[in-house]
């Protein structure tokens, strides 16, 4: 499989993951024998520090003193193989700061072309992200660049990525749909969407940083429905950009905001969308009004009173 990766393709970076042994680090680099030049070798390891095997501070001294080794040699093994090496540092948001700044510093001088911060459990806050981040960025210096992976179990992959990015990532992982384990990880197509909407020149807001970005962004929607038809994956209704009802307005506050707040909301022609109004028993007079005229009705017709009580009166008691 992945050799036929190898051979549609001639200009991308390729990646592959690898627990961080010389072992699975030479199977990973044979998968992508051919495009060595343009590979990356992605490796990790797990947060040993963290398991109750490690209680005591001395065992907790020697389980970091251990992971500082692996790190080292797992990116050298690794770097005298492929282009680029990216070393993961996991669990993030349960791990210490200092020691997260000490094995990033690690890897770093041991040759990673890139420094993951990963929240893989969903449990830091955009504060906490940003200060970790910028913490790493002072360390590592222009030696490494630094990444962010963000998972999703609690709606916060996207503000933390963003809060990465004005600590002073300049890489991001996301997945169509935010697939992923447990909670799925960030939404390409949503974090796209932020670049479109909120990325501006100048920001005085240090969470919402000016991002210049090329945006693919209708293509990523479109494909993301192509992703999910493959893989069977069923889209939310109301799934951010890309949900069936998301442009659709069925509440007569909205409805009535729309015609004049329109303009300041997230354009849908960004997704190749429009905003659409469901009349239903939460709708307003004013929207009933214009499906009228929409539908052919005429100026004359919506001063017929009765009528159009009759057909309000009507329209409340639907679904």
């Known amino acids: 499989?992945?050799?036929?990766?190898?051979?549609?393709?001639?200009?991308?970076?390729?990646?592959?993951?690898?627990?961080?042994?010389?072992?699975?680090?030479?199977?990973?680099?044979?998968?992508?024998?051919?495009?060595?030049?343009?590979?990356?070798?992605?490796?990790f390891h797990r947060a040993l520090e963290l398991s109750q095997?490690?209680?005591?501070?001395?065992?907790?001294?020697?389980?970091?003193?251990?992971?500082?080794?692996?790190?080292?040699?797992?990116?050298?093994?690794?770097?005298?193989?492929v282009a680029?090496?990216?070393?993961?540092?996991v669990y993030c948001g349960d791990r210490d700061e200092a020691f997260l700044t000490e094995l990033a510093e690690t890897a770093s001088n041991a040759g990673a072309t890139q420094i993951v911060i990963a929240d893989s459990q969903s449990t830091m806050t955009p504060g906490k992200m940003k200060e970790l981040t910028e913490r790493i960025v002072a360390a590592v210096g222009d030696k490494s660049e630094i990444a962010v992976h963000c998972h999703n179990q609690l709606g916060m992959a996207l503000p933390n990525t963003i809060a990465a990015i004005a600590g002073g990532a300049v890489q991001v992982e996301s997945c169509l749909l935010g697939l992923g384990d447990a909670g799925g990880n960030l939404a390409t197509e949503q974090f796209l969407g932020f670049c479109v909407h909120f990325s501006r020149d100048s920001s005085d807001d240090p969470f919402f940083p000016p991002i210049k970005s090329n945006s693919v962004l209708?293509?990523?929607?479109?494909?993301?429905?192509?992703?999910?038809?493959?893989?069977?994956f069923q889209i939310g209704e109301n799934q951010p950009l890309v949900g069936e009802r998301v442009f659709t307005c069925t509440t007569g506050i909205h409805q009535t905001s729309l015609s004049h707040l329109g303009h300041t909301t997230f354009d849908p022609a960004s997704v190749n969308r429009e905003w659409k109004v469901a009349l239903n028993r939460h709708s307003s007079r004013k929207a009933l009004s214009a499906a009228l005229l929409?539908?052919?009705?005429?100026?004359?017709?919506m001063k017929h009173t009765e009528s159009m009580n009759n057909v309000f009166q009507w329209m409340k008691q639907q679904p």
């Open 1 to 43: 499989g992945v050799q036929r990766v190898v051979g549609a393709t001639s200009e991308v970076t390729l990646a592959a993951l690898a627990h961080g042994t010389p072992n699975e680090i030479d199977v990973a680099v044979s998968a992508l024998r051919g495009a060595e030049h343009r590979s990356r070798v992605s490796t």
């Open 53 to 81: 095997r490690y209680d005591s501070p001395e065992a907790q001294s020697r389980a970091r003193s251990r992971l500082l080794r692996q790190a080292k040699r797992a990116v050298e093994h690794a770097a005298g193989l």
């Open 84 to 89: 680029e090496v990216q070393y993961y540092l």
């Open 218 to 232: 209708p293509e990523a929607a479109s494909l993301a429905k192509e992703v999910s038809r493959i893989a069977h």
């Open 294 to 301: 929409n539908a052919g009705a005429s100026d004359d017709d």
